[in-house]
């Protein structure tokens, strides 16, 4: 359809959905308009900025009726910087439009109607949450500042304090601007390449703060810059100095000098103590973080019998959370750096049944798996584009029947969800966890598991309605019962949670099918409406 909306038009239009970049959407004649900062349900005025073939955007101009999830923003820049999305809505509404944006990709890309997602696990305080704060450099009116970029683009905003950052990141970021004031060192400028000054990173972790400062090449005053960073943070025990002369918008460059203190903070986590070196990748939120890292771990259900492999590993945090329950762990990660602390943190935390292994995912699993290894279950935490096929495929072949996929990213977390589908994993239940409160991103853990191929009693491929030999006088298949759960109570159930009510029914004997090799050890339980719904279905279907 050609577009009804022309550019600098001003429209009245009811927002009736939201991006998952978190910009509000409505149809004007039925073409969608973007319109960031509108908020669902809302009626707002809007005047076009892009007329695209399919879309337009809308600058808000105006809320005429506002929702009742609008909130003033906590912070004085939100409706000029980047860095956050959702600040105008309630905290809670914030949390219900994620868990939309899951089960919208579950569905749409993934292809699974009616999938559960659980609500988002929230956090009690929302603010100062990140542990890790990047900020560049810029002038303004003959004085250098520190900001964040504009939504898109490098245009810095003067920010003076940062909600969502720790207070050491803040002071740290004045202090070294106060330096540069006082001693005139330029920031640098990304269009014309000149300047010296370009970031400050701190770390601020459970054994203290670490920071970063990055110029393009020398450091004067070093002394004064030191006294400063240490006045403003008194937990710093590390300050380093990085030298990128390039011209990227990559933040740090190869060389990187110790210029007081030590070299590596620690960080707790899950009972351990982690070393955390500038190149490694650390999750920012640690509230939110324990909370995920255990939804992931417990989720497997491992007992001390079964081996595990960590995909994605980093410095090994989730790997040795499960080699603590597990016999055997294996963390797989491409980042050297990384390894290199996998490895000295397992040491130093008296783990001795992790290994390591650096290489991509993608092609160390297929080689463990073609010298014969096998795993009971995998725990997989890919960047933002999800895993590779070749990674999903052996996990697939690597004899595991159980997966936590962790993932920052909804769309790469569906399209993978469905490969693995496809190779006969169920989704047994989808967790989002704010990691991020007021931006629009997403950390989800999603658990599955296969039940045929199970290895250590049912040697032959068998279908879940072959297994289920003991009443075959009276009995619906699993996708009768999953349909009519479906039709009846508008949700949908896994071929576990029918297996599990039919065991609690005498109906299908553990032996069967799945067994966990220590009889302590735990499935993954089923709802209790779930429970009710099939036990429903069964009574319809004459079972029970
Ligand atoms: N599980 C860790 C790290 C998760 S972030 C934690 O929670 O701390 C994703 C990690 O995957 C990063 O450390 C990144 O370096 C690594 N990575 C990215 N692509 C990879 C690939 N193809 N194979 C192996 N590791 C990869």
């Keep these: ?66 929702s009742s999830d609008r909130r003033e923003p906590a912070c004085s820049v939100f409706f000029k910087c980047g860095g956050c999305a959702l600040m105008h809505m309630s905290y809670e509404a914030q949390l219900e439009y994620k868990r939309n944006i899951v089960r919208d990709a579950l569905e749409r890309i993934g292809g699974f109607q009616g999938v559960d997602v659980s609500p988002v ?82 770390r601020s972790l459970t054994g203290g703060s670490a920071v970063s400062v990055v110029t393009t090449g020398k450091l004067p005053n070093k002394e004064a810059l030191v006294n400063e960073i240490r006045s403003a943070v008194p937990d710093v025990k590390s300050i380093t100095h990085n030298i990128n002369p390039n011209v990227t918008n990559v933040i740090f460059g190869k060389v990187t000098r110790l210029i007081w203190g030590e070299g590596a903070v620690r960080q707790t986590i899950g009972g351990f103590d982690f070393s955390v070196s500038a190149e490694s990748f650390l999750q920012v939120n640690p509230v939110q973080t324990e909370k995920l890292y255990s939804l992931a771990v417990d989720g497997l259900g491992l007992t001390e019998d079964m081996s595990v492999c960590d995909l994605y590993c980093g410095i090994g945090t989730i790997t040795l959370m499960l080699a603590k329950k597990a016999s055997h762990a294996v963390g797989v990660e491409y980042v050297p750096k990384a390894i290199a602390d996998a490895k000295a943190n397992a040491e130093r935390n008296g783990v001795g049944n992790a290994e390591f292994y650096c290489g991509t995912a993608e092609s160390i699993l297929p080689r463990l798996v073609a010298e014969g290894r096998q795993f009971d279950a995998i725990s997989l935490d890919p960047p933002r584009k999800g895993a590779e096929p070749e990674a999903l495929k052996a996990v697939a072949a690597c004899g595991a029947r159980r997966i936590a996929y962790v993932s920052c990213n909804p769309a790469t977390l569906a399209r993978d969800l469905k490969i693995l589908a496809g190779y006969g994993f169920t989704i047994d239940s989808v967790r989002p966890v704010d990691m991020f409160p007021h931006t629009a991103h997403i950390e989800t853990v999603c658990l599955l598991s296969k039940l045929h191929e199970a290895k250590h009693h049912v040697n032959v491929k068998l279908d879940m309605d072959e297994l289920d030999f003991t009443s075959a006088e009276a009995k619906a298949t699993y996708k009768e019962i999953e349909e009519w759960v479906q039709e009846h109570y508008g949700f949908h159930v896994t071929n576990l949670n029918i297996a599990q009510v039919k065991q609690k029914h005498g109906i299908i004997e553990r032996e069967n099918y799945n067994k966990p090799k220590s009889e302590n050890s735990r499935q993954p339980g089923c709802p209790e409406e779930k429970v009710k719904a099939i036990e429903d279905a069964m009574r319809h279907f004459q079972m029970i």
Excluded at 15 to 27: L, V
Excluded at 29 to 43: H, I, N, S
Excluded at 169 to 177: D, L, P, R, Y
């Design 1 to 66: 359809m050609s577009a009804p909306v022309k550019k600098n038009d001003e429209i009245t239009l009811l927002i009736t959905g939201m991006s998952s970049e978190g910009h509000g959407i409505g149809r004007y004649e039925g073409f969608a308009v973007f319109v960031p900062y509108a908020l669902v349900g809302e009626t707002v005025k809007a005047h076009i900025i892009k007329v695209a073939s399919s879309y337009a955007v809308g600058k808000l101009v105006e809320v005429t009726e506002p």
């Design 121 to 202: 696990v929230g956090m009690d305080d929302p603010y100062r949450y990140r542990n890790k704060g990047s900020f560049p450099f810029g002038e303004q009116d003959g004085r250098v500042v520190w900001g964040l970029y504009a939504p898109k683009s490098h245009r810095l905003i003067d920010v003076n304090d940062c909600v969502i950052e720790s207070s050491a990141a803040v002071n740290a970021a004045n202090a070294v601007s106060k330096w540069a004031n006082g001693f005139g060192v330029p920031a640098y400028n990304e269009l014309t390449g000149k300047g010296v000054l370009r970031h400050v990173v701190t």
